[in-house]
């Protein structure tokens, strides 16, 4: 596709429930990122996918967030057990050249 | 521990006149910034970056200016166009995976 798509746009779910969230990079991208960003906060980066290799997990908060990406394309973020303070939006980013173009974004709410 | 700093959540302008959004950073293995746009409901769009061997990059109505002594670095917008108000983040990267971003600033450009 012409950009970077991500499902749903919006997610509200119960505190406890599981959630996914899908992300379509770019065609032909390798690098593949996910952030979040909270209420007034600045861009979280939570994990990063590069082709064949072990992803950078490093910035996923508890052990609750997982995520893969089949085939080095698809990735989906999972959360699970939700819990109110994961309630943000949750953004995808493929990278070329240096420079990483988002998606546009699922708005997660627990409540 | 925020590692890009933007200290002013907003900003309005009038139609025509300069825009400054400012930035300052405190790790010293950053080597290359960008900044990015963010319209409510849509992801962030890559607007410029430079590269820590420049002090400026130009392009169209957007100059960012990198000062490194100083760990700050500012995008400046002229003229502003109130199709320019949107939330603006700095970001940094020092050749690892990910990129650091402020927590952003909202300019409204005032017709």
């Known amino acids: 596709g012409a950009g970077v798509s991500q499902s749903p746009s919006n997610k509200v779910t119960e505190k406890g429930k599981d959630v996914e969230l899908r992300c379509d990079p770019i065609?032909?991208?390798?690098?593949l990122y996910w952030y979040r960003q909270s209420l007034g906060q600045g861009l979280e980066f939570l994990i990063y996918?590069?082709?064949?290799?072990?992803?950078?997990k490093s910035g996923l908060p508890s052990d609750r967030f997982s995520a893969e990406r089949t085939g080095g394309s698809v990735s989906t973020l999972t959360i699970q057990r939700t819990q109110q303070e994961d309630s943000a939006v949750y953004l995808c980013?493929?990278?070329?050249?240096?420079?990483?173009?988002f998606g546009p974004g699922t708005r997660l709410t627990v409540l | 521990d925020q590692q890009v700093k933007q200290n002013s959540p907003s900003l309005s302008v009038q139609e025509g006149r300069i825009s400054i959004l400012n930035c300052d950073y405190t790790?010293?293995?950053?080597?290359?910034f960008l900044w990015y746009k963010k319209y409510p409901a849509e992801g962030p769009t890559f607007l410029i970056s430079?590269?820590?061997?420049?002090d400026k990059n130009e392009d169209g109505r957007f100059t960012v200016f990198l000062n490194k002594s100083a760990k700050h670095l500012s995008l400046h917008i002229v003229p502003s166009q109130p199709g320019d108000s949107a939330v603006y983040f700095c970001?940094?990267?020092?050749?690892?995976?990910?990129?650091?971003f402020g927590t952003g600033t909202r300019l409204t450009v005032i017709p």
């Open positions: 980013a493929s990278l070329v050249g240096g420079t990483q173009y």
């Open positions: 065609s032909g991208h390798t690098a």
């Open positions: 996918f590069q082709g064949n290799s072990a992803p950078d």
């Open positions: 790790n010293s293995m950053f080597d290359y």
């Open positions: 430079i590269s820590s061997i420049k």
């Open positions: 970001a940094a990267t020092g050749g690892a995976n990910n990129l650091f």
